[in-house]
Nanobody, 122 residues
Framework: QVQLVEFGGGLVQPGGSLRLSCVASGDAFGSYVMGWFRQAPGKEREIVASVSWSSTRTWYSDAVKGRFTISRDNANNTVYLQMNSLKPEDTAVYYC???????????????WGQGTQVTASS
């Protein structure tokens, strides 16, 4: 089973960009669908984006479509989230997670990282 660690969070001004990375240890990273999720204070966790095993399919929430890009590098066991045109409402703890099925449902993701804080504020 893989373990996940996120990197790249921080403080950025509205309109700025950040790139999150999630590195997986263990075997068979390529056998997992990968997703990025976020949870803002007082709100439920929500899915932001997902990418299929070989990157042939991606999915984005309406809130981030056109601004965020998910990608993966199976050779280096890493999934990325490029975030552009950040807004204050993007402020949240961002988590990467792994699933054996192509899904946007949180319960289908059973391996989670520890999260990284993203704050978009002036």
């Amino acid at each position: 089973q893989v373990q996940l660690v996120e990197f790249g969070g921080g403080l950025v001004q509205p309109g700025g960009s950040l790139r999150l990375s999630c590195v997986a240890s263990g075997d068979a990273f390529g056998s997992y669908v990968m997703g990025w999720f976020r949870q803002a204070p007082g709100k439920e966790r929500e899915i932001v984006a997902s990418v299929s095993w070989s990157s042939t399919r991606t999915w984005y929430s309406d809130a981030v479509k056109g601004r965020f890009t998910i990608s993966r590098d199976n050779a280096n066991n890493t999934v990325y989230l490029q975030m552009n045109s950040l807004k204050p409402e993007d402020t949240a703890v961002y988590y990467c997670a792994a699933s054996k099925t192509l899904s946007t449902r949180i319960p289908d993701y059973n391996i989670w990282g520890q999260g990284t804080q993203v704050t978009a504020s002036s």
